[in-house]
T-cell receptor, first 112, second 112 residues
Framework: QKEVEQDPGPLSVPEGAIVSLNCTYS??????FMWYRQYSRKGPELLMY????GNKEDGRFTAQVDKSSKYISLFIRDSQPSDSATYLC????????????FGAGTRLFVKA | EAQVTQNPRYLITVTGKKLTVTCSQN?????MSWYRQDPGLGLRQIYY???????DKGDVPEGYKVSRKEKRNFPLILESPSPNQTSLYFC???????????FGNGTRLTVT
C-alpha cells in the first residue's frame, strides 16, 4: 500500500465548476500538508501549505485537512481553463531528516 | 529572481557512461532534495540534504550519488546509468525541512 493515495484522473469539468481533489494517507506521523500544481514541462509550484486539521482558503482555492480520517482535499471554485494542470498532494514527516512524500497527481482539464 | 536552476534540461546518454546533473538555488535555502517523476508513480525522493555536508537517502537512492559541499549546489551523480533510470528529474529546495519546496524545471534523462 502506498503511503499517499491519489486518484490520477483525468478529471474533466466545464469552466466555472467546483473541483474537488482528494488524497488519503496511511502514516499518522505526517505533519505538513501541501498541494502543488504542475503545468506541462514545468516543475511543481506550491498552491497551499498547512500543518493542522481544518480549512485554509486562498482566493479560489481551499485546502482541507482531516487528520482523524487521514484525508486531505483541495477545492477549486469557479474553475478556469488556466487551472488545467496536474495537481499533486504532498506530506512531510520528520524522520530525523525531513521526507516529503507525493501523491501520483491528478490531471485536471477545465473546458471553456 | 528566486529560483532553482537545473542543467541540462534534456540529456540522452548510453548505459554505463557517468553523468552529473547540476542543481543550484539562489535563496540561501538549507534543505535541498532530488526527485524522479515517472508516469503513475508520481514524484519519488532520491536523496535529500538538510545542510552542507549532511545528506540522506530518500525512497529510491539506488544507483545515485549526491554531494553538498556548498549551500547553493546539490549535484546528482549517476556513476553507471542504466535504462531504468530514464525519467524526469527534479531538484527542489526549501528554507528548512518540512517547509514548502521550490522546484527547478526538470531534467529529462534518457538512458539507452
Amino acid at each position: 500500500q502506498k503511503e499517499v493515495e491519489q486518484d490520477p484522473g483525468p478529471l474533466s469539468v466545464p469552466e466555472g465548476a467546483i473541483v474537488s481533489l482528494n488524497c488519503t494517507y496511511s502514516n499518522s506521523a505526517f505533519q505538513y500538508f501541501m498541494w502543488y500544481r504542475q503545468y506541462s514541462r514545468k516543475g511543481p509550484e506550491l498552491l497551499m501549505y498547512t500543518y493542522s486539521s481544518g480549512n485554509k482558503e486562498d482566493g479560489r482555492f481551499t485546502a482541507q485537512v482531516d487528520k482523524s480520517s487521514k484525508y486531505i482535499s483541495l477545492f477549486i471554485r469557479d474553475s478556469q481553463p488556466s487551472d488545467s494542470a496536474t495537481y499533486l498532494c504532498a506530506m512531510s514527516v520528520n524522520t530525523g531528516g525531513f521526507k516529503t512524500i507525493f501523491g501520483a497527481g491528478t490531471r485536471l482539464f477545465v473546458k471553456a | 529572481e528566486a529560483q532553482v536552476t537545473q542543467n541540462p534540461r534534456y540529456l540522452i546518454t548510453v548505459t554505463g557512461k557517468k553523468l552529473t546533473v547540476t542543481c543550484s538555488q539562489n535563496m540561501n535555502h538549507e534543505y535541498m532534495s532530488w526527485y524522479r517523476q515517472d508516469p503513475g508513480l508520481g514524484l519519488r525522493q532520491i536523496y535529500y540534504s538538510m545542510n552542507v555536508e549532511v545528506t540522506d537517502k530518500g525512497d529510491v537512492p539506488e544507483g545515485y550519488k549526491v554531494s553538498r559541499k556548498e549551500k547553493r549546489n546539490f549535484p546528482l551523480i549517476l556513476e553507471s546509468p542504466s535504462p531504468n533510470q530514464t525519467s524526469l528529474y527534479f531538484c527542489a529546495s526549501s528554507q528548512a525541512g518540512g517547509s514548502p519546496l521550490h522546484f527547478g524545471n526538470g531534467t529529462r534523462l534518457t538512458v539507452t
